[in-house]
T-cell receptor
């Protein structure tokens, strides 16, 4: 399985500010995924980031709020913009696992724990 | 009705017990079924991965998929305190539409 690291591991931020989360993978992958895990809720996919193209956002998530960069095949960033307390969550990146299309199973990073005051 | 339902627990068992964790789902198009284990303050770790129906065994872990009942299970034999974690089920349709849909997770505690 892939080794995935995320920075920062946790942060406390003031409302109205932005935070950029980094995800680094130890192998080249075409697709990377960003998820949100809110307290007591299911992991929810925010967007899929393919290298060389615009990220694809899921319903309820917009680029202005969660801009994503994918400069190469081992790295991606997710920015949480203009934060409010409702953005307090764990943010996780993932990469494809076993499967045919690369989206059926995924390996996850350790997550970034964000608290917005 | 949510696409994937999972009892959040918490579930507490004595060491050595057999643990049964379950999820039900509503989308009959799901073909890929996964179980993840998530320790406190860690990311989800892929435990088991099954395509379509049937059973899959890996050491003390057995995953079962019953597509006719839209029901999946994870059995843990001879449970250990180190199995204490939150277990997440996840499913996908497959192909380019294969986004993972997760249950909320079941928190398991194995007491020594």
């Amino acid at each position: 399985s892939a080794v995935i690291s995320q920075k920062p591991s946790r942060d406390i931020c003031q409302r109205g500010t932005s935070l950029t989360i980094q995800c680094q993978v130890d192998s080249q992958v075409t697709m990377m995924f960003w998820y949100r895990q809110q307290p007591g809720q299911s992991l929810t996919l925010i967007a899929t980031a393919n290298q060389g193209s615009e990220a694809t956002y899921e319903s309820g998530f917009v680029i202005d709020k969660f801009p994503i960069s994918r400069p190469n095949l081992t790295f991606s960033t997710l920015t949480v913009s203009n934060m409010s307390p409702e953005d307090s969550s764990i943010y996780l990146c993932s990469v494809p696992g076993p499967g045919t299309s690369g989206k059926e199973t995924q390996y996850f990073g350790p997550g970034t724990r964000l608290l917005v005051l | 009705q949510k696409e994937v339902e999972q009892d959040p627990g918490p579930l507490s068992v004595p060491e050595g017990a057999i643990v049964s964790l379950n999820c039900t789902y509503s989308n009959s198009a799901f073909q890929y079924f996964m179980w993840y284990r998530q320790y406190s303050r860690k990311g989800p770790e892929l435990l088991m991965y099954t395509y379509s129906s049937g059973n899959k065994e890996d050491g003390r872990f057995t995953a079962q998929v019953d597509k006719s009942s839209k029901y999946i299970s994870l059995f843990i034999r001879d449970s250990q305190p180190s199995d204490s974690a939150t277990y997440l089920c996840a499913m996908a349709v497959g192909g380019s539409q294969g986004n993972l849909i997760f249950g909320k997770g079941t928190k398991l505690s194995v007491k020594p």
